[in-house]
């Protein structure tokens, strides 16, 4: 299984917008369902979003509906998460993953984790 590594996050204003990435350079990334999770500090690991792998069925977790959209390039290798409106509360570190499992949420069922990437909005 392919090792992800996230990039893109940044320190930004309350409604400002960011766009995080995922790649690898390992193969299969096509293959799997790709999703995004985010950990704030003392708190678990969330799920955000993730995405089958013919790029055309998506879910999301409540508190992002309508502000958060995922997508992913297989020619590229490479995952999207474009983050618009962002609150304060949006702030953790935000991580992709593979799973087999379209539709699950947990954490668990996920794998190839990379290493994460900052967001941090002010107020």
């Known amino acids: 299984q392919a090792q992800l590594v996230e990039s893109g996050g940044g320190l930004v204003q309350a409604g400002d917008s960011l766009r995080l990435s995922c790649g690898t350079s390992g193969r299969g990334f096509s293959t799997y369902v790709l999703g995004w999770f985010r950990q704030a500090p003392g708190k678990k690991r969330e799920f955000v979003a993730a995405i089958n792998w013919r790029n055309d069925n998506t879910y999301y977790a409540d508190s992002v509906m309508g502000r958060f959209t995922i997508s992913r390039d297989n020619g590229k290798n490479t995952g999207y998460l474009q983050m618009k409106s962002l609150k304060p509360e949006d702030t953790a570190v935000y991580y992709c993953?593979?799973?087999?499992?379209?539709?699950?949420?947990?954490?668990?069922?996920?794998?190839?984790w990379g290493p994460g990437t900052q967001v941090t909005v002010s107020s």
């Open positions: 993953a593979f799973t087999m499992a379209y539709g699950t949420k947990k954490a668990d069922d996920f794998g190839s």
